[in-house]
């Protein structure tokens, strides 16, 4: 019996044994050219100029333009761009780290083990004993387990410079992470209607400084909305935008070709193009 124990044990350490080699074979390529990556960006922090003049200041607005066009590759479903960008972004990531090794702030490792170690505390239903049985509990976990390493309120970590849409969003998913949310959809919407009474009572009264407020209470609860019918707020107005700049410029060009100018025509007349222009689509 103990025989028996000791094979299906060394069995076992065998197979995983086996699993790590195959793990590291996997990356090794990837670990060599990331390697490469930062003995590049040591270099160029050494030898270049324009490198060795960066500062964290200095790359983060650069930083936040590559995630936009990081987002318009995604966007335009554009893979060789999105790999090109995401490289972009990278160089940026390893960027941060070199400066920060240099200040011994904190350097690349730290940083990938600090990323390590909390996906491993915020995943404890497969690296511990939690139990799970949808997406939505790994989020209410991901939340509480959050609130466990010293946050003070559950909004904690939203940048406060995110664009106002954006922020409404996270804010509402995290409060709803917490329990604080509407039971259904309907819901919800009527308190759309709600908000928007209130908007129209404020407009018919003339009072703009409550109709700024109001305004921005409608948005807010049509992002909630949007929430609960499972749309995100912002790719779907991203959506429209591009619509309405496809169909405008389908549009200008239109009367360009006849000789015309927007100006000297009337509303009518520019509305039975865009109307074309939707049957192209």
């Known amino acids: 019996m103990y025989a028996s124990a000791g094979r299906k044990s060394n069995n076992k350490n065998y197979k995983q044994h086996n699993k790590m080699n195959e793990i590291s074979n996997k990356y090794k390529d990837t670990l060599a050219s990331f390697e490469r990556l930062l003995i590049i960006m040591s270099e160029l922090r050494e030898k270049c100029p324009w490198d060795r003049k960066q500062t964290f200041a200095s790359l983060k607005t650069n930083t936040v333009e590559e995630v936009y066009e990081l987002a318009e590759a995604i966007e335009e479903k554009l893979n060789d761009d999105i790999r090109k960008e995401l490289g972009d972004l990278l160089l940026h990531i390893v960027f941060y780290a070199q400066i920060g090794s240099e200040t011994n702030d904190f350097d690349m490792k730290s940083v990938i083990d600090s990323l390590c170690d909390k996906l491993i505390r915020r995943h404890p239903h497969i690296y511990g004993e939690v139990k799970v049985t949808s997406a939505q509990d790994v989020k209410d976990n991901w939340e509480q387990i959050k609130m ?19 922020k409404a969003y996270r804010v509402q998913e995290k409060a709803s992470g917490v329990g604080f949310d509407w039971d259904n959809p309907q819901q919800v919407w ?27 209470d409608v948005l807010f609860a049509l992002i909630n909305y949007a929430r609960f019918i ?8 991203e959506q429209t935008n ?4 496809r169909r405008f410029q389908y549009l200008e060009q239109t009367v360009a070709a006849d000789g015309k100018k927007l100006r000297d025509m009337t509303l009518a007349e520019m509305d039975k193009i865009w109307e074309q222009a939707k049957k192209e689509e």
């Open 190 to 216: 009527d308190k759309v209607e709600e908000e928007i009474a209130e908007m129209k009572e404020e407009i018919a009264k003339g009072n703009r400084e409550k109709t700024f407020a109001e305004f921005g």
């Open 148 to 166: 466990t390493e010293g946050r003070k309120s559950a909004l904690d970590g939203v940048p406060k410079t995110l664009p106002a849409l954006i």
């Open 230 to 237: 499972d749309v995100n707020p912002e790719n779907a107005l």
């Open 242 to 245: 591009r619509k309405f700049i």
